[in-house]
């Protein structure tokens, strides 16, 4: 089983419509989750962190469900510019160091 | 603020040669990670250093090495390239990578092609 696991996709949403992307990880001694939006060609950039409580920025919900090892991403109300690949990052301390595990992304195409 | 910058954007180079990419990290940040990434992959990490010093490692072969300088900026360098080593290759900079978990900031990569 991978460390971080991730529908690969692609989601094709139209526009106002509203998508929820899970990504399921192994480790339960897993610390902290992230996720990072990709557009194409260009550098992952961090959309959000995600903690245990839930939280919220604006059209983005995150959720950690630690008893069952996922988190999810909710976009609701879809923009054309919402296109692009979310990566799913779990950190876990590993020694003295932080382990940083990288989902292979979800495609999400939000269509006019 | 500066954000993290990476050189040069794009580069060419043939197989058996040799390359060195380079990063200077976000004002304030002390650690760099690198990662590799092929075209519909997520990012594959290779390495990472903080106070001059590999702390961790990917799977990743010796032909990939790596430096960090007083000034916290670092360098990737690939010896020996092979085709399969054509990829986004991206730095990523964060504070206190030992025990922070402040999430990481990437610069624009650098995108490198062998012929």
């Known amino acids: 089983r991978k460390e971080v696991e991730q529908d690969p996709g692609p989601f094709n949403v139209p526009e106002g419509a509203t998508v929820a992307f899970n990504c399921t990880y192994s480790?339960?001694?897993?610390?902290?989750f992230f996720w990072y939006r990709q557009d194409c060609r260009k550098e992952p950039k961090l959309l959000m962190s995600?903690?245990?409580?839930?939280n919220e920025d604006g059209r983005f919900t995150a959720q950690l469900n630690r008893a069952s090892q996922y988190i999810s991403l909710l976009i609701r109300d879809s923009k054309l510019s919402d296109s692009a690949t979310y990566l799913c990052?779990?950190?876990?301390?590993?020694?003295?160091?932080?382990?940083?595990?990288w989902g292979l992304g979800t495609s999400l195409a939000v269509n006019p | 603020d500066a954000g993290v910058t990476q050189s040069p954007t794009h580069l060419i180079k043939t197989r058996g040669q040799q390359v060195t990419l380079r990063c200077s990290p976000k004002?304030?940040?002390?650690?760099v990670s690198w990662y590799q990434q092929a075209l519909g992959q997520g990012p594959q990490f290779i390495f990472q250093?903080?106070?001059?010093?590999?702390?961790q490692r990917g799977n990743f072969p010796d032909r990939f090495s790596g430096h960090q300088f007083p000034n916290y900026s670092s360098e990737l360098n690939v010896n020996a390239l092979l085709l399969g080593d054509s990829a986004l290759y991206l730095c990523?900079?964060?504070?206190?990578?030992?025990?922070?978990?402040?999430?990481?900031?990437f610069g624009d990569g650098t995108r490198l092609s062998i012929l």
């Open positions: 004002s304030g940040h002390d650690t």
């Open positions: 480790n339960s001694a897993s610390q902290s």
């Open positions: 995600v903690y245990s409580s839930g």
């Open positions: 990052v779990v950190s876990l301390n590993a020694g003295n160091n932080r382990k940083l595990i």
């Open positions: 250093y903080y106070e001059e010093e590999e702390r």
């Open positions: 990523a900079s964060s504070l206190a990578g030992g025990y922070s978990n402040q999430p990481q900031h």
